[in-house]
């Protein structure tokens, strides 16, 4: 009896001891994951994912890109950054799931990100507003009219979406066989100044003449307006 109490109280001594040492796992932090949220169907983007384990544990990324596909990273570093890419074959909304997970199996809660395939822009007019309906003399609107009257230098303006950062001038080939780039503004608000006599067996720039303005955004997706306007 002696030596069973003797071992109890062993184990009394020693199981609070051994519990003490027992350090709790905690999952990952919540990821974060940042890329373009929309695009084009076919092309490929990347994506940033970076989350911190608590307690400093190598953790590796699955990602699920809500169209069948998924993917596991292997184990980095807490709080280094991963980039992937993917491509979406399909037009259509997806969203993507990403979850972490520690070297011991803690798995953090899904981060997730809604993307559109393809770009969708809410609507913003992309305009020449100068010349536009009404008799220019060297740049001044004289009078409103239908139709455009340019008599004169004068300052071309475009008036552009805010994503919008680049805008190109064009006028009209004499030949009516393409155009001709004039100037290209990067800086908003979007400007030409026309006060150059072109060669007119090269370029219409006099007369009844066409007017271009395209624009574009960082993924060179273009928008265009054109205006007919009399030239003196």
């Known amino acids: 009896m002696a030596k069973k109490a003797i071992v109890l109280v062993i184990m009394a001594i020693l199981l609070p001891i051994a519990a003490m040492n027992v350090v709790a796992n905690n ?3 919540k990821p974060t994951i940042t890329g373009p949220t929309s695009g ?13 384990d608590p307690d400093g544990d190598k953790v590796k990324y ?45 798995e953090s809660q899904p981060a997730t990100l809604k ?33 455009q009257i340019v ?6 303006v475009v ?9 190109e001038f ?6 009516g066989c393409g155009l001709e780039k004039t100037f290209v503004d990067t800086e ?3 400007k030409w100044k026309w006060n150059v006599d072109y060669d007119d067996n090269e370029v219409k720039d006099k007369g009844l003449t066409w007017l271009f303005a395209r624009g574009y955004d960082s993924e060179w997706h273009q928008l265009e307006d054109s205006i007919i306007l009399y030239k003196i």
């Open 159 to 167: 008036k552009a979406p805010s994503y919008v950062n680049r805008v």
């Open 115 to 147: 993307v559109s395939m393809p770009l969708s822009y809410p609507f913003e007019r992309f305009k020449i507003i100068k010349p536009r309906n009404g008799l220019y003399i060297f740049g001044i609107k004289m009078m409103p009219m239908i139709g």
């Open 170 to 175: 064009f006028l009209l080939l004499t030949c």
């Open 40 to 52: 084009e169907a076919g092309k490929t983007y990347t994506y940033t994912i970076v989350t911190t």
């Open 27 to 29: 999952p990952p932090e």
């Open 188 to 190: 908003p608000p979007f």
């Open 62 to 106: 699955c990602i699920n890109w809500g169209d069948g596909n998924e993917f596991c990273t292997d184990y980095v570093k807490s709080g280094e950054e991963v980039q992937i890419q993917h491509s979406w074959q399909d037009k259509g909304s997806y969203t993507i799931t990403v979850t972490a997970t520690d070297e011991h199996e803690a």
């Open 151 to 156: 008599i004169g230098n004068i300052n071309v």
